[in-house]
């Protein structure tokens, strides 16, 4: 089982880094080697997407379905994709009025060994970067 953690302190409240957490359908325009996203389905308090990745010739689509707690967390779970398993959280905790730590926790494992190394790197070098692409879309975004 692969596990990621990352996480930073960032000037901006909480539900702003929710909400840019939140906009999955952003993802291609500042997350690198997310090539495309798509809303399945929105209800209250949970969304299901699909994420294309794609990087260094290596392309992996796999959709989760995302419940949320408005300003504190999104937790992912697997629904279809090239993993055994999958589980993640993203947290956000507030510091003081105007600062958060945004905290991202993945666990995965791939479901062919062939097939599953690749999917791992790919999945690896993406989902590492993750934390810091939300950091310069959050500057971007709100300065």
């Not at 089982?1 to 840019?20: G, K």
């Not at 359908?25 to 809303?39: F, L, T």
């Not at 379905?65 to 967390?73: F, G, I, L």
Request: hydrophobic share 40%; glycine share 6%; aromatic share 8%.
């Amino acid at each position: 089982m692969a596990n990621i953690s990352r996480s930073a302190l960032l000037p901006y409240r909480p539900q702003q880094l929710f909400d840019l957490v939140n906009d999955i359908e952003a993802y291609p325009h500042y997350m690198d080697g997310c090539v495309g996203a798509e809303v399945l389905r929105r209800e209250e308090g949970r969304v299901e997407a699909r994420l294309d990745l794609s990087k260094g010739g290596v392309s992996q689509s796999f959709v989760t379905r995302n419940r949320m707690v408005d300003a504190e967390h999104i937790s992912l779970e697997l629904v279809e994709g090239p993993f055994r398993q999958f589980q993640g959280r993203w947290e956000f905790t507030p510091l003081g009025d105007s600062a958060c730590k945004v905290s991202l926790d993945l666990s995965f494992r791939v479901n062919n060994a062939i097939l599953g190394a690749a999917a791992s790197k790919l999945f690896d070098s993406v989902t590492s970067n993750l934390v810091t692409a939300v950091e310069k879309r959050a500057k971007e975004l709100y300065g």
